[in-house]
């Protein structure tokens, strides 16, 4: 089976970010995701805008921009397999960067709504969902650090 007639179901439960997790939370993960496509310098989210879910990148490339007086600055470039937004978890649930992908991207998303409401009836799935985002919380902040070292520099 081709990568394009994979079903929902399929990339989702195959998705190595989401590995470990349990049937019961993949079928809620199953539920509230879709397929998006992207062209190249299209905005995916704006600093700001309501962070209405969070995306795992299939296949291109997306930066993660830090809006600046003068222009943007790319704090990390994300690429198949990799997740994207967690800004969602957090009130007032709002986007802390701008992302926009630098090339024809494929992504998976998923619905905040849905997931918040899962994550309060089911504390395991609120559990994993947040320590899985919480790595990616780190792996920004460094990349972040990295960026504001190199631009001090300059």
């Keep these: 089976m081709s990568n394009e007639t994979l079903s929902i179901e399929a990339r989702v439960t195959g998705h190595p970010f989401l590995s470990g997790m349990t049937p019961n939370q993949l079928k809620v993960l199953v539920g509230c995701a879709k397929r998006l496509h992207f062209e190249a ?20 490339e997306v930066a993660i921009d830090a809006v600046g007086k ?13 997740p994207l937004g967690w800004s969602w978890i957090f009130e007032p649930y ?33 559990h994993e969902l947040f320590k899985r985002m919480c790595e990616v919380m780190v792996r920004r902040l460094q990349s972040a650090r990295g960026k504001l070292a190199d631009v001090l520099e300059d």
């Design 94 to 126: 709002r986007w802390q960067y701008d992302a926009r992908a630098k090339e024809p991207t494929v992504a998976l998303f998923f619905d905040a709504d849905v997931l918040r409401k899962h994550r309060g009836d089911d504390l395991m799935f609120g």
């Design 70 to 82: 003068k222009k943007p600055v790319t704090i990390d470039t994300l690429s198949a397999g990799d």
């Design 41 to 60: 310098g299209e905005t995916v989210f704006r600093t700001g805008e309501a962070a209405n879910g969070f995306y795992l990148i299939e296949s291109g």
